[in-house]
């Protein structure tokens, strides 16, 4: 079978990081949010890799934090000064003949397994798979003092976990950084890679606000309820 | 006091509408869709006048279940082709010394009535003014076979209530349709209005799909709590 591996990206150098809590630490339901989106990779893929990638300031809480739950196996690497960085040092923690390698968001814990396992299937056929989902809503574009519309129909949200092969990843990781690579896919995109969009799913949410927390315990309740 | 009148858009001629009960008139706690929408502005703005945009094969159905709940006082228009044609109908309901519009979405039954306000009194200094949240995701750009990445630190999320002065409104409203206008603040600035962008609410989704409504019935419990 082949090889899988997913790097779970929880904060950079910390630069942004304010003296409340980060998110990923912060409890969803019964757990913390970054246990479950360990939880959730390693029950769609029970003989994946795991690495978290860890702001240096962060690693004991979470050490401290993960011996009080239940944490799937996992390694942790160092965050970087961009998230760029943060995953290169993710990648360095793989073991050398890992396939497949899916980068996912520490504070995205309710990706379904079905979709985690769709994606991973689908980097067989493709080098660069993304799961992306429709706007309901319209978008303007900002540009100083002013703003445009733009055709909601060709927009898509990008989400994670983006799976790649990882000959692929580890070429694109050897560009230097560039401020342009804004998601892990802009990495391999620069790289000349084709990116395939596969369907991703609205409750795939990142959790960024205390309204995001709101939503996120309603949607793990009605989950659960399944 | 300034007169102010608000347009709810709950449908135009129905094309888009398959055998179930399309969202506005689903239960979201104890009160249906629509009916939360309608009392939400009238909590907000007691003296303004409401006209409901109904598909004519709606309004019925929207009468039964209306007398059936509390809900604020409105008028009925009907619906048409596209939203402008909607829109444009609701218009013509509204009394002629109104002289302040919003227009909301049925479906956006969250907007708080601090942000409903804020947006009314914008108006007073600015011909349109529009609620946007800056997104959380990346977003891609889909074209044909490709897709490429768009800096989404100039990407904004556009909300409704949308608030103009009713001038403006009308003046715009007088343009023959366009498959340009693809939100109503689209329509006043290919009038040549600049838009005024003013800070949304992450809570006040639009309800499209059965994971909006899992949404928002958290939101709701939470708004609920304070």
Redesign the interface.
Known sequence: MAKRGVIIVAGGAGRRMGATLPKQFMMLGNEPILARSINRIHEALPAAEIVVVLPREHVELWRNIAARFEVAEHKIALGGQERFHSVRNGLQALSQDVEYVGIHDGVRPLASKKLIIRLMLEAEQHPAVIP?VA?????????GE???????S??????TPQVFQAATLLKAYEQPFSAAF??D??VV?MAGE??T?VEG???NI?I??P??M??A???I??QDEE
């Open positions: 992306v706007p309901p809503d319209s978008y303007r574009v900002v540009e002013h703003s445009h519309i733009i055709d909601r060709t927009l898509r949200i990008v989400q804004t998601d896919a802009s995109e084709k990116i969009l799913e609205r409750e990142k960024t606000t309204a995001d709101i939503i315990e309603a949607i309740k009605a």
